[in-house]
């Protein structure tokens, strides 16, 4: 079934779902509950009941420029690569701090001080991506990050998320939980 943009999307953490949960662990603030297997539904399918649920949806860039959109086009694969069979769900909740910026200032130091464009462009196309939002949903964070990848690219994400964690946006981080999926 085609899902019109923008896509709603629901995680649960429970017994039922494509990926077996082999670590839940809290990088910053509270850490959710554990459970064994987690679904991702898009769309407007009845979700399974569960531990924990998580919504956002897709949504338009904030960021990017013409350029970095026409490179990240080039270079994305699709989820759902039969290899890939190693995804991380990274819930992220930003500060206040964060919200009460320009979005001049944010670009500033997403991209020009903290390189999270052109730094996350060098892991395609081996790290297949989607961006959740859910600030405005009244949920306990800002963004559902979802990532998938092969068994033989696990090191490299890694890396990326390590220096990533290093880097300037990082400081605005309050609440990030890092949900490591096998399938
Ligand atoms: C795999 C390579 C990656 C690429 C190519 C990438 C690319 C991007 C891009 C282009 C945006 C901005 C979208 C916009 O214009 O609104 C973004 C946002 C974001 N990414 Fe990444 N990313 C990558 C990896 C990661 C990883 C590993 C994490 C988490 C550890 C992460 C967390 C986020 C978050 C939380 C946002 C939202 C930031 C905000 O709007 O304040 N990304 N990413």
Redesign the pocket.
């Known amino acids: 079934v085609m899902v019109v943009p923008p896509i709603p999307v629901i995680f649960v953490g429970g017994v039922t779902g494509e990926w077996r949960i082999e670590r839940i662990a809290p990088v910053r603030g509270e850490s959710l509950p554990s459970a064994a297997r987690l679904a991702r539904i898009e769309g407007t399918s009845p979700p399974p009941s569960g531990v924990w649920t998580l919504r956002g949806t897709t949504s338009n860039?904030?960021?990017?420029t013409r350029a970095?959109k026409e490179a990240?086009r080039a270079a994305?694969p699709v989820l759902g690569r039969s290899e890939s069979t190693r995804a991380?769900l990274?819930p992220?909740r930003?500060s206040a701090a964060?919200w009460e910026l320009a979005q001049d200032e944010?670009r500033q130091i997403?991209e020009e001080r903290s390189r999270?464009?052109s730094?996350?462009?060098r892991?395609?196309p081996a790290?297949a991506?989607r961006?959740y939002h859910c600030r405005d949903m009244g949920e306990p964070f800002?963004?559902l990050?979802w990532?998938e990848y092969a068994e033989d690219d696990a090191k490299r994400?890694e890396e990326?998320?390590a220096e990533?964690?290093r880097s300037p946006?990082w400081e605005f981080v309050e609440r990030?939980v890092d949900v490591r999926l096998a399938r």
């Open positions: 860039e904030r960021y990017v970095e990240l994305q991380a990274i992220v930003k964060w944010r997403l999270h464009v730094l996350g462009l892991y395609l790290i991506r961006l800002d963004f990050t990532f994400f990326l998320v990533l964690r946006e990030e």
